[in-house]
């Protein structure tokens, strides 16, 4: 390697982000991270913070100058900040608005401005909706938009898109399903890890348990991320990340019941999603990723328990949640 290269990683104090910025340490880049601790924590950032080859810049999104201060000299962006809260959208609305997609924008405004020339995005397998494709293609039609979350999200692809058609940019858009791992703090297993922690006797489930999930282990996302932000000829590029196969939630449940030794009573709300926007099925093909010879070493059930585990051993993220 001539030189050292450059990311910059929005969201870096977040769970995925936080997992990709000690990756690229590793690997030798020089990473700035961006976040405004919102929901990232300044505890998941301490090795990076030890390391010579990382800064960190807080500030958020919607600042535009201190964004584009932040990107400068950049080789890629990797744009991981967002309001990931799918069940809240419908009673704060304009924080997808802002955060997903004006948010975005912002990035690519400061890349434009300090000629920065490749983003990688994570998209979400939402965008999908409730699709009749599964497991479902990144070139599947668009269904109805079932989340302003997944709104949001569809909004930031189009303008990078078209950032990269008027500016001469690049960018590798990333489709994920759900990701467990060291680190998480968000999502059903987060939920019910917490209520049980509270109760164990007794876990009130949101719909009536048979919706079903696809999970990813964070250290199989972040090679996916790796891999696919990898140079090529494509001006976009767009990539489902996910597993083969996908759970009811109730199985999910009696995995992490086992992993705590719990034999709770269930109490399930009753219908088929357990939020507006939650869809009773999301499974992506991720058949592009994988030709590029990506392939995930950690399935569904150990990723749930190994995220179990951490959560046992660092009750602290819940207060810090609360």
Request: one cysteine or more; charged letters at 25%.
């Amino acid at each position: 390697m001539s030189a050292v290269r450059h990311a910059v990683v929005t969201g870096a104090a977040g769970f995925i982000g936080s997992n990709l910025v000690d990756r690229l340490l590793d690997a030798g880049w020089r990473v700035t991270g961006y976040d405004n601790f919102s929901t990232g924590l300044a505890e998941f950032l301490e090795p990076a913070r030890r390391q010579r080859n990382f800064s960190l810049v807080e500030g958020d999104l919607l600042d535009r100058a201190t964004l584009e201060r932040a990107v400068v000299g950049a080789d890629i962006v990797f744009h991981l900040a967002a309001n990931a809260d799918v069940r809240g959208g419908t009673l704060h609305p304009e924080r997808d608005l802002e955060q997903n997609t004006i948010g975005t924008f912002n990035v690519l405004e400061a890349m434009r401005k300090g000629g920065v020339r490749r983003i990688a995005f994570s998209s979400t397998g939402s965008i999908y909706g409730e699709h009749e494709m599964v497991p479902t293609p990144e070139d599947a039609p668009f269904p109805v938009q079932t989340s302003l979350y997944g709104a949001s999200k569809l909004a930031g692809e189009g303008l990078i898109e078209a950032y990269c058609e008027g500016f001469g940019m690049t960018a590798v858009i990333f489709r994920f399903v759900s990701v467990l791992g060291e680190r998480y703090t968000h999502g059903h297993v987060f939920d019910f890890c917490r209520k049980l922690f509270a109760d164990p006797a007794r876990l009130p489930v949101l719909g009536n348990g048979r919706q079903r999930k696809s999970y990813m282990y964070v250290a199989d996302c972040v090679d996916a991320v790796l891999l696919g932000a990898a140079p090529r000829t494509g001006k976009v590029e767009i990539f489902n990340l996910g597993i083969d196969g996908s759970i009811e939630v109730r199985q999910s449940i009696a995995w992490i019941a086992d992993e705590l030794g719990l034999a709770p009573e269930l109490v399930y709300a009753g219908g088929e999603r357990g939020w507006i926007g939650d869809s009773p099925l999301i499974q992506l093909d991720t058949s592009r990723i994988t030709r590029l010879g990506w392939v995930p070493k950690i399935g569904i059930e150990d990723a749930i328990r190994r995220t179990v585990r951490w959560l046992g051993a660092n009750r602290w993220v819940f207060e810090r949640r609360d």
